[in-house]
């Protein structure tokens, strides 16, 4: 939808006479100035050799002449940034597309690159409880995230190897010496 907008206020400048090389659309941090905003009619006023609140005025002009269903609304706010809100259509559509799809999100950023992610970490001496499952899930989720961004994924998984249940492990083998073979564990 990014690059949509951007083409319709590149092709909506152009109607206006100005050659646009790059239109920057940000998410604004309040949701109420709309989805995407952008300030181009601050970038081109100077080219177009007027202020850029007219600027804006007349590229909504232009763009309200070709309607687009997944734009709900367009309004200028300031000194001419362009603020557009998308339909609830748009948005439906667009959670249909991702529940049906198996590769959605999925993309080349790490393509060809080796990422080992580390996760569960249980203790050898100590039953495995639910937090180890809220470290499995994360690192699960991690990896597969790694994986969609096409990295080859190593997952890996270190037992505990210092801490008290080693220190405790060490002391009954020093105090009590290496256990008799002919004893049942509770014995020991």
Not at 16 to 23: F, H, K, M, V, Y
Not at 75 to 104: C, Q, Y
Request: aromatic share 6%; charged share 20%; hydrophobic share 40%.
């Amino acid at each position: 939808m990014q690059q949509k907008l951007a083409q319709l206020i590149k092709e909506a400048l152009k109607n206006l006479g100005i050659e646009a090389e790059a239109i920057v659309l940000e998410h604004p941090a309040d949701l109420t100035h709309g989805d995407f905003s952008t300030s181009a009619a601050l970038a081109y006023a100077k080219a177009a050799q007027t202020n850029p609140r007219a600027l804006a005025e007349n590229i909504v002009a232009e763009l309200s002449k070709h309607s687009t269903p997944e734009i709900e609304k367009i309004e200028i706010a300031g000194p001419g940034f362009i603020n557009f809100r998308l339909s609830k259509e748009f948005f439906a559509d667009m959670v249909g597309r991702v529940h049906v799809s198996t590769t959605w999100g999925e993309n080349k950023i790490l393509d060809g690159k080796k990422v080992m992610v580390e996760y569960t970490q249980p203790n050898p001496f100590k039953p495995f409880h639910i937090g180890h499952l809220m470290s499995n899930a994360i690192g699960e989720s991690v990896s597969r995230i790694v994986e969609f961004s096409g990295a080859k994924t190593i997952r890996a998984n270190y037992q505990g190897d210092i801490g008290p249940h080693v220190a405790k492990a060490i002391w009954q083998l020093l105090k009590k010496g290496k256990p008799d073979a002919s004893l049942s564990p509770i014995e020991q």
